[in-house]
C-alpha cells in the first residue's frame, strides 16, 4: 500500500482489498477515506504508528487490530518506510501488511493455557518441577532451531529467537562471504552409494565447521558439497576460516589417498562488501538469503580457483579491509570483470597453506612474478615469457606462473 498521513490510501494491491474484506483495490481505496477512525480498533495504535514513522521513518512488525469492512476484527503486522523525493520532502507511507490472527490467537490459547496449567498445580514442588521442564525444552529447541537457523543469523536481525523472525526482515551492513567447492566432487560420488555419499560429505564438512566457527564466522547454507558462510566482523576473520580449512583438509587428506578414498582438492572464494541478509519465502515456508553483487564475486573468486589451479583467491575489497595483510602470504594473480560491471577487480592468491617448500619459493619469486604480470598486461610478451620462466626456474610447482608462461608462449608461437 502507499498512504498519507491524514488516513487516505493512495494505492493498494488486491491482497490488501481480500484482506480488509473489500472486492477490489478501487473498493478499499473509495471506502476507507480515514484510516484512524474506519481501520483502527484502538485509533491510539494509530497515533503511535506515526510518532513511530516521524521519528525513525520507518516500522517493522507493528502490530494492531482492525477492522474489516464487515465489522470483523483482525490482527494485522505493518511494515513501513516514509518515501521522499529527489529534494528530499516527504511524500507518502510505502508499506506492505500481513494479516496473524491465527498466530496471535495461538498466543492467547498458549497463555491461557499456561495460566491454567499453574492454576491447576497448586502444589509448588510439582509447579516448579514442570517449571523446569518447560524451561530445559525451551534449551533444547533452541539448540534444534539453532542448528537449521543460525543464531548469528537472528542476532544480526536483531531477534530473540526463531519465533520472532518473520518474511522480509532483513539487514544491511557490510559482510565477507567465503565460498568452498569441492573439486569433481561428481567424480567422486558417481563411485559411491548413496549411502557412502552422505557418510562422506558428512564427514567432510563437519571438519570443515570448526574452523568457519573457531573465527567468528557462521554457515548460511550447504549446497550439496559446497559450503556459503558469512563474517560479520573483519575480513580476516573469514580469510583466517579459510586457511584453517585448507590446514584441516591437509590433515584429512593424511588419512586419504588409497584406493576409494582419494585425496581432496577444493577451492575457496572470499569476497567483502555491503550485503542485504535477510529472510525470503512464503506462508509455509522460509528461509534466510544474502543478497548482493559481493555475493556474486565471492562465488566467481570460487570458480577462477580451477582456472588458476589454486585453493584461496580473494577479491581487492577483501584485501583492502584486511587488518593484518601482514600475517599473510599474498600476490596478485589477475584483473577480472565483474559480470554487468565495467571495471576490473584485482584478484589475489593466499597461499600460507601450501607446502612450506612452496610458500617460500612463491615468496622468493613474488616481484619476479609480478614484474612478469606487468609485462603480461602491457602486452610485452618476450618479457613477460622471461619472468614466468625465471619464476619456474625457482618454483617449479608455481602453477599460476606456468599458466601465464605457457599463454604467452602460445600467443608469440601465433604471432610467429
Known amino acids: 500500500f502507499q498512504a498519507t498521513p491524514d488516513g487516505k490510501y493512495i494505492s493498494a494491491n488486491p491482497a490488501l482489498a481480500r484482506i480488509y474484506g473489500y472486492d477490489s483495490p478501487e473498493d478499499l481505496i473509495n471506502g476507507i477515506v480515514n484510516i484512524e477512525e474506519q481501520l483502527y480498533v484502538d485509533r491510539e495504535q494509530r497515533q503511535n504508528f506515526l510518532e513511530l514513522m516521524d521519528s525513525n521513518h520507518e516500522v517493522s512488525g507493528f502490530e494492531s487490530e482492525v477492522y474489516r469492512k464487515d465489522g470483523t476484527v483482525i490482527w494485522i503486522s505493518e511494515n513501513a518506510r516514509s518515501v521522499y523525493d529527489k529534494e528530499g520532502n516527504f511524500l507518502y507511507y510505502q508499506g ?189 515456508r522460509m528461509d534466510s538469503t544474502v543478497i548482493s553483487d559481493a555475493v556474486n564475486l565471492a562465488s566467481r573468486l570460487e570458480g577462477l580457483t580451477k582456472n588458476y589451479q589454486v585453493p584461496l583467491l580473494i577479491s581487492e575489497h577483501t584485501f583492502l579491509r584486511l587488518q593484518h595483510d601482514s600475517n599473510y602470504q599474498i600476490r596478485i594473480i589477475d584483473k577480472v570483470r565483474v559480470k554487468g560491471k565495467s571495471e576490473r577487480v584485482s584478484v589475489f592468491e593466499v597461499f600460507n597453506a601450501d607446502p612450506v617448500s612452496t610458500r617460500r619459493a612463491k615468496m622468493q619469486t613474488k616481484t619476479v612474478f609480478e614484474q612478469g604480470l606487468t609485462y603480461y598486461y602491457l602486452q610485452q610478451f618476450h618479457q613477460a615469457a622471461e619472468y614466468f620462466e625465471e619464476c619456474l626456474r625457482l618454483c617449479p610447482e608455481d602453477k599460476v606462473a606456468e599458466i601465464y608462461f605457457n599463454q604467452v608462449i602460445e600467443y608469440l608461437y601465433g604471432k610467429e
Open 96 to 284: 506492505f501488511i500481513e494479516e496473524i490472527t491465527e498466530r496471535k490467537s495461538a498466543e492467547a490459547e498458549r497463555q491461557q493455557f499456561i495460566e491454567d496449567m499453574f492454576e491447576v498445580n497448586t502444589n509448588l514442588e510439582i509447579a516448579l518441577s514442570d517449571l523446569e521442564n518447560a524451561l530445559n525444552l525451551e534449551v533444547e529447541l533452541k539448540n534444534a532451531y539453532g542448528r537449521f537457523v543460525p543464531q548469528e543469523f537472528i542476532q544480526l536481525l536483531h531477534k530473540e529467537s526463531i519465533l520472532d523472525v518473520d518474511i522480509g526482515n532483513h539487514v544491511q551492513q557490510e559482510m565477507s562471504i567465503v565460498f568452498s567447492d569441492i573439486r569433481d566432487f561428481t567424480s567422486l560420488s558417481e563411485a559411491m552409494s548413496p549411502e557412502d555419499n552422505f557418510k562422506f560429505i558428512n564427514a567432510y564438512l563437519s571438519r570443515m565447521e570448526t574452523p568457519i566457527v573457531e573465527n567468528n564466522g557462521f554457515i548460511d547454507k550447504y549446497i550439496g558439497d559446497a559450503i556459503m558462510a558469512i563474517f560479520h566482523g573483519s575480513a580476516d576473520n573469514a580469510l583466517q576460516a579459510a586457511i584453517a580449512m585448507l590446514n584441516e583438509l591437509n590433515s584429512y587428506n593424511e588419512t586419504r589417498g588409497r584406493p576409494g578414498r582419494p585425496k581432496l582438492k577444493i577451492g575457496i572464494g572470499i569476497n567483502t562488501g555491503l550485503m542485504m541478509i535477510g529472510t525470503v519465502g512464503g506462508k509455509n
